[in-house]
T-cell receptor, first 114, second 109 residues
Framework: EPEVTQTPSHQVTQMGQEVILRCVPI?????FYWYRQILGQKVEFLVS????????KSEIFDDQFSVERPDGSNFTLKIRSTKLEDSAMYFC????????????FGPGTRLTVT | RKEVEQDPGPFNVPEGATVAFNCTYS??????FFWYRQDCRKEPKLLMS???SGNEDGRFTAQLNRASQYISLLIRDSKLSDSATYLC??????????FGTGTRLTVIP
């Protein structure tokens, strides 16, 4: 069964450093998402991406964040200057279409900012 | 006001028990409703979609009450493998999902 993959599984970085989290969505999917989950809290929407541009973003997704689909398979989330409060699990998701389609989540990248 | 509210639990039930989870959502324009399951430190996985007429999948039954903005999940004959956090999820407007904080279930032998 096709699945969303994410790398790395765990990233440790120092405050102020840039990080890039990588995702490979399911190959025939067209819509891509990033969510985050701070330990012990709910999953929160960050951004959605379609047709090589951002469709929607939340208040969390400020100027420190950016997304990119650099080639036909990868979908990346960049955090320019990490803060302690960016420590969280970051999930990538993809779906073939809108509305009734299930969003398939990757296994997540645990980001720890020290 | 939170988009989606759930009782965080925990619910500790014996094997074979029936357990019910409830959820309310704030946006009356919400269009799609789901229950996801999340195991510890894992990604959310879709358990079932929730339809207006109610729907059943084996031991799991989901109900939606649009007038009350209320969603429920019933698990019958609980198994040890049902132990997880159950997430109430709502899609409003665009395609992004709003998650509740989750209800933790532990099924005890």
């Amino acid at each position: 069964e096709p699945e969303v993959t994410q790398t790395p599984s765990h990233q440790v970085t120092q405050m102020g450093q840039e990080v890039i989290l990588r995702c490979v969505p399911i190959s025939n999917h067209l819509y891509f998402y990033w969510y985050r989950q701070i330990l012990g809290q709910k999953v929160e929407f960050l951004v959605s991406f379609y047709n090589n541009e951002i469709s929607e973003k939340s208040e969390i997704f400020d100027d420190q964040f950016s997304v990119e689909r650099p080639d036909g398979s990868n979908f990346t989330l960049k955090i320019r200057s990490t803060k302690l409060e960016d420590s969280a699990m970051y999930f990538c998701a993809s779906t073939p279409g809108l509305a009734r389609y299930e969003q398939y989540f990757g296994p997540g990248t645990r980001l720890t900012v020290t | 006001r939170k988009e989606v509210e759930q009782d965080p639990g925990p619910f500790n039930v014996p094997e074979g028990a029936t357990v019910a989870f409830n959820c309310t959502y704030s946006n009356s324009a919400s269009q799609s409703f789901f229950w996801y399951r999340q195991d510890c430190r894992k990604e959310p996985k879709l358990l079932m979609s929730v339809y207006s007429s109610g729907n059943e999948d084996g031991r799991f039954t989901a109900q939606l009450n649009r007038a009350s903005q209320y969603i429920s999940l019933l698990i019958r004959d609980s198994k040890l493998s049902d132990s997880a956090t159950y997430l109430c999820v709502v899609r409003s407007g665009a395609n992004n999902l709003f998650f509740g904080t989750g209800t933790r279930l532990t099924v005890i032998p």
